[in-house]
T-cell receptor
């Protein structure tokens, strides 16, 4: 029972490089999210998706793009990485059923931009 | 707007002490959920509890208990007889009734339990 899987777990980028973080869930959830966690800041929502083919901005979307081409996958892209994007990134998914709004989180991706 | 305040940045206790982690939330919604997550040193987020805004009953699960009071907009978490394995960062969060699981997190409380 894999749940939510993030790839990669660690990455070091140079300023200006691009990369894509992959999130895959096997629970057939409609909703998927990307959060970032910075020291002392808790988790903040970057982008989210309410279904295949849809995306929406969260609290801190600048510098990121996302795509949800398949229901089970949610990609987070950094087109030109900046040191301010050094963070731990968490993907999550949740069920459309209102009685089950628990968000299931991936194990996190630690990204360092130098 | 949703807001969650965890005023305690760090708490240190000695094993077997009881400890309460405070959480105060702000919302204009009448329907919402409140959550607690644990983040151990390994970094993953572990779901602990979800509470519906219409259910103010306190809940106990083993050494964990939660006190939800709408009158003070608080959802506090108590660990009884703390253990070293309880050392972690604990996050309180809420979601808006209209956004089905989009979570707003507090900044977290680092709990250290000393042997």
């Amino acid at each position: 029972n894999a749940g939510v899987t993030q790839t990669p777990k660690f990455r070091v980028l140079k300023t200006g490089q691009s990369m894509t973080l992959l999130c895959a869930q096997d629970m057939n959830h409609e909703y998927m999210y990307w959060y970032r966690q910075d020291p002392g800041m808790g988790l903040r929502l970057i982008h989210y998706s309410v279904g295949e083919g849809t995306t929406a901005k969260g609290e801190v979307p600048d510098g990121y793009n996302v795509s949800r081409l398949k229901k089970q996958n949610f990609l987070l892209g950094l087109e030109s990485a900046a040191p301010s994007q050094t963070s731990v990134y968490f993907c999550a998914s949740s069920d459309l059923n209102r009685g089950n709004t628990e968000a299931f989180f991936g194990q996190g991706t630690r990204l360092t931009v130098v | 707007a949703q807001k969650v305040t965890q005023a305690q940045t760090e708490i240190s206790v000695v094993e077997k002490e009881d400890v309460t982690l405070d959480c105060v939330y702000e919302t204009r919604d009448t329907t919402y959920y409140l959550f607690w997550y644990k983040q151990p040193p390994s970094g993953e987020l572990v779901f602990l509890i979800r509470r519906n805004s219409f259910d103010e009953q306190n809940e106990i699960s083993g050494r964990y208990s939660w006190n939800f009071q709408k009158s003070t907009s608080s959802f506090n978490f108590t660990i009884t007889a703390s253990q070293v394995v309880d050392s972690a960062v604990y996050f309180c969060a809420t979601d808006r009734g209209s956004t089905l699981g989009r979570l707003y997190f507090g900044r977290g409380t680092q709990l250290t339990v000393w042997p």
